[in-house]
C-alpha cells in the first residue's frame, strides 16, 4: 500500500545555507492496507518532516516514497492529511469545513451535503453543522478536522498529532472515536504523535524514531487483542508495551532535548533571525 | 460625575452627543469666520450650499465630479488589483519579500507628486495620466498593508490547501483571502484615500477637466463659494466611502488602522 | 514561516541567503539606474522625456554650484520647519489634551480617523484666494497636513506608558507637573517621536505639493516651473534633489527612532 523506501531528506539551516541540517536518514517502511501505523520520537526528530514528505508537500533528498506502486511526487488524492491544531477555518462554519475539499472538486451541491452530513454523523458532530469553529472546543475542532480529512474518502490518512492540543481526557475519548472511526472507515492510518501511551493505545505496530538525524530505531508489534477500552491501559500487557517504547525512546529523548536548546542558540544568533524567534511558538 | 450605571449612560450620550455637535460647531465656526472676514475673503456656510444646489443643477458640479468619479473608479480598481496581487505574492516568499520590502518602503517615502511630471510624459496630458498617477498612490498602501496581512495566512492552512490540489486561484479566493481580509480592508481604504488624494492632485497640476481643475481654476475669479461647495463635495465622497470602510472594518475585527501610515 | 529552507533534492549554493536577498536587491536598483542612464541613450525612452542619471547629476550639481537651487531650498526648508514647528507647538499640547481627557478623545475619534481620507490639496487653491500666493497658505496646508499625525501620537504614545512608572512616580510624592515632566514625557519620547517624525515627512510632502501646484517659488515650484516651460534637464535635477533630501531624511528620522526604541526597550 504504502512503501517509503529508504528516505532522506536534508535541509539548509537558518541564514547560512552552506550548513546544512539531515533531519530524517535512510527511513525504511512498508505499510498494509488497511494498517495503524505510529511513529513515536523524541522533539525535532523528523517527524513532522516524514508527514510532509509522505504527503507530497516536500521532496525527499534522496529515496522514494510509493503509493501502491506510483513514486509520490506531489499531493496525491489517496492521501489526507489531518494537521496538529487549529488547522480548520474560523471564516466557515463546521459544514462548510467538511464540504471544503468536495466543493474545491466540483462535487455538487447534494452530494456534498449528503457525505458531510454522514461524516459529521461519524465522528459526533450532528447538530453543529452551523457553528463556527470558534465556538467550539478543540477537540470539536479536531473532530471537524478528521471529518474535513475523511470526507475527501482518502486511502491513506496521515495525522500530525492530531491531539497533540488537547487535553487528556480528550485525547483518551478522541482516540476511542478514532478507533472506531478507522473501523468504520477501513482507511489506512500513519500517526504521528509523541505520546507512548497514545501510540499504543491506537496502532498495530509503532515505528519507534532516533533523535535527528532521525531513523526508525524499532518497529515494534503491537498484538495487544482489539478491540480496546479505557480497560486495556491498564492490562500488564499494555503496561509493559509502554515499558519497552520508553526504554526505546528514553535516551533518544535526552539527546532530542540537548539538540534542541542547542538549535534555538543557532537560529537567534542568525542575521534577523531574533525577530522572527521571538513571535515563534518553541518547537518549531 | 456619579459611578451609578445611569452616570455610566448619560457618559455614553455625552460622547455620541459630543460626535453630532463637532459637524454643527465646525459649521458656526465656518460661518463666524466669513462673518469676520467679509463675503469676499469667505464664502459663508449658506452661501455655499446656495452654490452647491445650482452646480448640481445646472451642471457643472455634476460633470466635473463625474470626471473625477471616473478616473478615481479606474485608478483605484487598477491599485486594487495590482497592489493585492504584489502582496500576496510577496507574502508567500519570505525571500522576495526581504528583496522588496526596503524598496516599496523607499519609494513610499518620496513625495510622489514630484514624479508627476514623468506619468505627464508617458500618459500625456489625458485621463490616462491622472489615472496612472491615482494608481501610483494608492498602489503602495493596498501592497504594504495586504503583505502585512498576509503573516496572518496559517501554514498548515496552505498545506491543507496543497494537499487537497487546490488551484493557485482557488488557494488565493477560498484560503488567502479569507485570512487575510481583516488587515486587506485597511489596505483597501487607506488605498481609496490615497488614490482619491492622487487623482484630485494630478487634477489640479496639469488637467482640462474634473473637479480638482475646477477648483484652480476658480482661484482666479475669486469665487470662493463655489470652491467651497467643490471641496464639500470631495470631503462628502472621502467620508461616505471610508464610513462604509470603518463598518466593514468593525464587522470583520479588523484592528490597527488607527496608527496606520498615510503617505503621498 | 521559519528560516529552515527546503533545499530539494540537490542544491549547493554558495552565497547565504542574506548576501542572497541583498544581491537581488542590489540587482533590481543597479537594473533600475542603469534603464535611467542607458535607457535614453540607446533609444529606449525618448530622450526628451528622460534623460540620463549622470546628466541629471551633472545639471544638479552646476545648479548647486552657480547656486540657482539655494533660494529656493531656503524657501522650501522655511516652510517645511515653520509649518512643523507649528505642528510641534499646537499637536503635542493637542496630544496632551486628548490623552487627558478621554470623553474629548472618544468624541474627535471617529473624525481624526477620517481626517487624512480627505483630499487635503482641495483647501490650497482656496487658502490661496484668502490669503494670497506666498509662503503663507503653504506652511497653514503643510501645517494642517502634518498636525494631526502628531496629535494622535502624542496621545497613543503617553497611553502607552506602564502604569507601574506612574506608580512609582507617585510613591515618590511627585506632583502632577512633576509627573508629566519627568515621568511621562521620558518614558513617552519614543512614541511621541514617531508622531513627530511622520510630523516633520508629512510637513515636507505639504510643502512640496503644495509648491508644485501652484507658488512662486521653491523646490516644488521649480520642478513645475520646469516642466512647464520644457527644461527637462532641469526639471529631473530639482526631481533628483526632491528625492535624495526625502530619502536623506527619511533615513535619518528612522535612524534617531530606532535608538529612542532601543533605549526605551533595554
Redesign the interface.
Known sequence: MLEIDNVSKTYGLGDDRTSTVKALDSVDMTIDRGEFVSIIGPTGCGKSTLFELIGGLVEPTEGRIRIEGDPVTGPDPRIGMVFQSHSTFPWLSVLQNVTFGLRMNGVDKAERRRRATEMLDLVGLTGFENARPSELSGGMNQRVAIARTLVMEPDIVLMDEPFGALDEQTRLILGEELLRIWRETGATILFVTHNINEAAQLSDRIAVMSARPGRFKAIVENDIPRPRDGDTMTTAAFNDLVQRLWNELKDESRRGLEQKTGRRVDAESGDGAEAKAETRPADT | MSVDTGGRLRGVDAVTAGRLLVPVALVLLWQALATVAGEFALATPAATVGELLGGFADGWLLADLRITLFTLAVAYALAVLVGVWVGVALGLSDFWREVFEPLILGVYSVPKVTLYPVFLFVFALGVESKIAFGWFHGVFPVAILTMAAMETVEDDHLKIGRSLLLSRWQTFREIIVPSILPGLVIGLRLGFNLTFLGVVLGEMFASRAGLGYTLVEYIVGAQIARMLAIIVVLVAVAAAVNVAFFAAEKRLGARGGETADVRM | ??????????????????Q??KA??GA??LGFLAFVEFGPTVGLV?PT??IPLSAMLGELWTLLSTGALEPHVVQTFSAVFGAFALALLTGVPGGVLLWKVE??K???D??L??Y???????????L???MGLGIAPIVAIAWGFSVVIVV?NTA?GLAEIPEVYVKAGRDMNLTPRQLLQHVYFPAAVPYVFTGLK?GF??A??GT??SE???ADSGL?WL??FN?DNFDVRG?YAA?LL??LL??AV?GLLIAIEKRLYRRVRA
Do not use: C, H
Open positions: 514561516m521559519s528560516t529552515i529552507t527546503d533545499i530539494g533534492p540537490s542544491a549547493s549554493l554558495p552565497l547565504t541567503r542574506s542572497r536577498v537581488a536587491r533590481i536598483v525618448d522625456t528622460l470623553t474629548l472618544e468624541i474627535l471617529p473624525y480617523l477620517i487624512y481620507a480627505v483630499p487635503f490639496f482641495a483647501f490650497y487653491p482656496l490661496i484666494s484668502i494622535t497613543s511622520l515627512i508629512y515636507l510632502i512640496i505639493a508644485f501646484i501652484l516644488g520642478i513645475s516642466y526639471m526631481m526632491v528625492v526625502a530619502l527619511n
